[in-house]
């Protein structure tokens, strides 16, 4: 499987008499002539893998017969005198894996769709109209939507999400080659936090010794914001500020993960700062590690996302309760607030439906957790799952874990 496959599995969900418009998106506007880094739009990267802003993806399928178009930028010497050397159509063509004669300028897109509107029978018509919180700006896709939508209105509009995350939720084998190297980089940096970290270090020192790594081992950017929570700041879920001191005898969580090749890896360690877990904090996080090893155990093809976190909530729930912590299992929810799995691929978070079954092939993770603000205390352990025929495997198996083999490798 490839880019090339990824195109032709929509081919195949797509309807007959559709075209399918997916633009790689631009950068984000700020303060004067200042813009966002440009993150691509990441159902674009899936069937094209670049990572360019302004272009455009085009399928039509027409009485069963599909084709495909890219639209990219012509290179502009001007341009490229200030902001570096542009993709030809040979390597945006190489890249996509398609027929470089099916790569064209953009100024064509437009003739194209009229062609498409104005002689061809076209019914329907996929974009990428996700909406995460109905408060944002809309993305790149969702306006370029509205404004096809409002001169269109005889054409039925299809989210591509619904298409799509049925594929996507399964990783292919360059895939998972992608986030076994993402995970590889971040298991490396790790161990470098390992070596230099010491109490009274700056959580964002701690921040910039895993991320320094990460660029020298190859990977260009970060999966996600690095979270650096020491002592009641690791009981912050998605704490990103990263500006306390990493005091004496507090915990450290670690919630952080290279990129590579534009797939993720999400790994949490919580590292004892001086080096020597306390008893207590021991035996919370062996508790949690428990509750890690028993979702992965159970994680298989035919469960779905919210069984395994009931799995780590009674690991959990039954620890608390036996170190007299809680009174029932009911109140575990004072100590662990979120869930225990997502799917990981493109996007940490990646694209998926509530109660999917898990397949062979989903990307996700484990990552119990135990937030006890009176004791500023927090723990998360995250590793990273590939569901298997008959269960799974651990492909973050070499990030240390084990509190005894996270204190040898810190006393080193
Ligand atoms: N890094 C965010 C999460 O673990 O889901
Ligand atoms: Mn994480
Ligand atoms: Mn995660």
């Known amino acids: 499987m490839s880019f090339k496959d990824h195109r032709a599995s929509l081919a195949l969900a797509m309807k007959d008499n559709s075209m399918a418009i997916v633009y790689a998106g631009m950068p984000l506007h700020q303060n004067e002539d200042d813009y966002a880094a440009f993150t691509v739009n990441s159902n674009f990267f899936y069937l094209t893998g ?112 619904n298409v799509l995350v049925p594929l996507r939720v399964e990783k292919d084998e360059d895939e998972i080659d992608r986030i076994r190297k993402a995970i590889e980089i971040t298991k490396k940096s790790l161990e470098f936090v390992m070596q230099n970290l010491k109490p009274g270090m700056m959580e964002y020192q701690v921040q910039a010794d895993f991320e320094y790594s990460c660029r020298k081992l190859g990977s260009k950017k970060q999966a996600f914001a690095t979270i650096a929570g020491s002592g009641i700041n690791g009981c912050m879920l998605h704490y990103e500020t990263n500006d306390h001191v990493a005091e004496d005898g507090t915990l450290i969580l670690l919630d952080l993960g290279a990129q590579y090749g534009n797939y993720a ?49 009674k690991v959990l729930a039954e620890g608390l309760v036996k170190m007299g912590k809680i009174e029932s299992e009911e109140q575990v929810g004072k100590y662990y607030m979120h869930s225990v799995s997502h799917s990981m691929g493109i996007d940490t978070h990646d694209c998926t439906f509530n109660d999917m079954l898990l ?54």
């Open 50 to 161: 670049l990572e360019r802003e302004g272009m455009i993806l085009l399928m039509t399928k027409v009485e069963g017969v599909v084709s495909e178009h890219l639209y990219i930028e012509e290179a502009d010497p001007l341009e490229e005198r200030w902001t570096g050397k542009m993709p030809t159509v040979k390597e945006a063509a190489e890249t996509a894996e398609m027929d470089e004669a099916r790569v064209q300028f953009l100024p064509s897109f437009m003739s194209r769709v009229n062609y498409m509107l104005s002689r061809v029978k076209v019914d329907h018509v996929y974009f990428d109209t996700f909406v995460n919180d109905i408060n944002d700006l809309p993305h790149y896709n969702l306006v370029k939507a509205r404004e096809f939508a409002a001169k269109c209105p005889a054409i039925e509009m299809h989210d591509l999400r």
């Open 265 to 313: 890896s999400d790994i949490t360690r919580t590292y004892p700062v001086n080096g020597r877990f306390t008893e207590r904090q021991r035996q919370y996080y062996d508790l949690v590690l428990a509750a890690n090893y028993a979702m992965r155990d159970a994680a298989k093809p035919g469960v779905t996302l919210k069984e395994l976190n009931d799995v780590a909530k």
């Open 359 to 412: 397949e062979p092939g989903w990307v996700i993770t484990d990552e119990p957790g135990l937030y006890i603000d009176e004791e500023c205390i927090g723990i998360r352990i995250e590793d990273d799952l590939l569901i298997t025929e008959d269960g799974c495997e651990v492909l973050s198996a070499d990030v240390i874990r084990e509190a005894d083999d996270i204190e040898a490798f810190m006393a080193k």
